[in-house]
């Protein structure tokens, strides 16, 4: 089955650390794959995507993921957080096919303390 | 360019009533997408469509649950009757024609079923 697990309910880190989000899919083959940000009673940010070619993907707001086939990840960085980083963080998977319907992760809350 | 326009952003209902949210995706976009987020878990797909036709309904809880994309612009999702667990926020998303394509997604509506 089609699954995308996101293994950190909720994450806190102190300002200007450095932060991983965990997203590990399983799928039948090599998906799409993307990290959403989610703020309070906002809808859906793209942060970043993966379709092929580099497996070090840059995004938007410093964060970067690294996708890594072998473990069937695409973890989420960024070296210095920031307190607007503050959010619900979600994992994706999509069908390489017209189709585009995405798979989301149980999502992750990034808590942020000064 | 406008974003995706969803309304009404929060609506509160009694079960057994009737709701409908109306979504107007970013212009040109072919494909649009309902999702269910229930709080504590990500987006589930509820219907797509490309253009005017549903592409994807399956976990569409058809005897309750109605959505239509006339003239393939903006759609319209209605729930009849309403019940307790439909308590969720309902988002909108759009994309463009290829597989794969980044969604775009609206503030959502925030739906309370008492």
């Known amino acids: 089955a089609q699954s995308v697990t996101q293994p950190d309910i909720h994450i806190t880190v102190s300002e200007g650390a450095s932060l991983e989000l965990r997203c590990n899919y399983s799928y039948g083959a090599t998906p799409y794959l993307f990290w959403y940000v989610q703020s309070p009673g906002q809808g859906l940010q793209l942060l970043l995507k993966y379709f092929s070619g580099d497996t070090l993907v840059q995004g938007i707001k410093g964060f970067e993921a ?49 | 360019e406008a974003g995706v326009a969803q309304s009404p952003r ?7 009533q009737s709701v409908a949210f109306w979504c107007n995706p970013i212009s040109g976009h072919a494909t649009l997408y309902w999702y269910q987020q229930i709080l504590g878990q990500g987006p589930k797909l509820l219907i797509q469509f490309q253009n005017n036709g549903v592409v994807d309904d399956s976990q569409l809880p058809k005897d309750r649950f109605s959505a239509e994309r006339l003239k393939g612009v903006d759609s319209t999702l209605k729930i009849q009757p309403a019940k307790l667990e439909d308590s969720a926020v309902y988002l909108c998303a759009s994309s463009g024609n290829r597989g794969g394509s980044e969604q775009y997604f609206g503030p959502g509506t925030r739906l309370t079923v008492t």
């Open chain 1, 66 to 114: 690294e996708f890594k086939r072998s473990q069937s990840s695409f973890n989420l960085r960024k070296p210095s957080v920031h307190w607007s980083d503050a959010a619900e963080y979600f994992c994706a998977v999509g069908a390489r096919s017209n189709t585009g319907k995405l798979i989301f992760g149980q999502g992750t809350t990034l808590q942020v303390k000064p």
């Open chain 2, 10 to 16: 929060y609506k509160i209902i009694e079960k057994r």
